[in-house]
């Protein structure tokens, strides 16, 4: 039964550029100007997710031996930039959305801009909780440019958690609560958007970037914004950053709420933005332990913990749903098309038996993204039983499907129930279990079979006495005949295809 679909994730609600070039590219060179025209920009940064080593073993002397490399910061590969400056008529610009592709971009080009935006008093910096992206990211320039080309200091500096308590009541002269909300959560509660985490795990040194991963990235940026936007309003409306003198008795400023009130929803760039820059907005400083990766056990533990909770999750949704792509309403031709991975070729051989379409990655140790990539261009269901290949859904849409069972036989029941396979007697043996492929139409006899075996296959001698029909594959030209193999099969795939004698 199909579960009800979630809502869509939110994407920014404009153009996204992709900057993937020097300063010669237009999406580059349009980065810069509207760095520079800035007064407001939010920052996110992704990087490639640390995946475990493997584990030492259980004997002292071997765990003494091995020693671990010493702990490094990831480098960032993508850098997300929402900018919105000021418009034309003296109130706020259109918002501009960059996704920087640091693995394209010259860095020696884009260090100096983003030092001096960094640390330019005049334009706010938004971010969730971002030192941690700006300490990856100061490594990442220092390793690529030299030890000096880091970052210091991000000044002046809003966290939209900060925000989001504010607009929730809370006392900003009081500690903030211990408790943490994400930033899904934070959207979700305070504009009422959506946002998918899927991709957050994904490898993001991975190139090409699909389309899903860039709106992903653009999103985390540009919705700062929009929080800020709500934060900026309400301390206007409640009038609590500007001198007593310029408010009224009930605590407003008319001059500016008519001056901001022609675009709600924009940051109204004036003495009233800038003394709320000055109220509320803090500053982020890396100490020189801050620049020096360091291993935490406490931290192993939290982090084997989450990759425990990932794991969970991805093993919770493993049961298949939605229309396979073979099925006509989907604009598919109605014959089931799978390709098992290498973990489970036996099962590919198993369906072959049975006449399905299994096919088997072109190369021994295929890439999670070949895999995905032959899924979607042959319009199949890759089966699997690596949890970790339900992370790339995204690139393949309900096009992966994990396979519980252990045994070949069970897996097999397994596929024909969850996709509803109909299974009838003259469709056994009637693909190569070698290659995949068909038989010809018309069988061979004995001496058309010598013929055709010829320095390719040996055709045993105790089958020239007896009356055999040979049937070969037209891709591979394998050769089979209904021998001992064929009649000990054939009962064992009626029972598990439940199909009656």
Known sequence: MDAAAPAPPASPPLAVHLVTGGGSSPEHALLLRSLAAARVVALDAEWKPRRRGPAVADDPSAAAAATPPPPQFPTVTLLQVACRGDGDGGGAAAAEVFVVDLLAVPLAELREPLRELFERPEVLKLGFRFKQDLVYLSATFAAALGSSAGFERVEPFLDVTNAYYYLKGHDMQKRLPRETKSLATICEELLGVYLSKELQCSDWSYRPLSEGQIQYAASDAYYLLDIFDLFHQK??????????????????????????SSSEDAVCFDDYFTSVVMKYAEKILLTESDTKPRSSRRKEKQKLATNAKCEEKFEGSTEWQGLPPWDPSAGGDGCPKFLCDVMIEGLAKHLRCVGIDAATPSSRKPEPRELLNQTYKERRVLLTRDVKLLKYQYLASNQVYRVKSLLKHDQLAEVIDTFQLKISEDKLMSRCTKCNGRFIQKPLTLDEAIEASKGFQIIPSCLFKRNLEFWKCTDCNQLYWEGTQYHNAVPKFLSVCNISD
């Open 235 to 260: 301390i206007r409306t409640e009038g609590k950053c500007l001198p007593t003198n310029e408010l009224t008795s009930d605590g407003h400023c008319p001059q500016r709420d008519a001056e901001c």
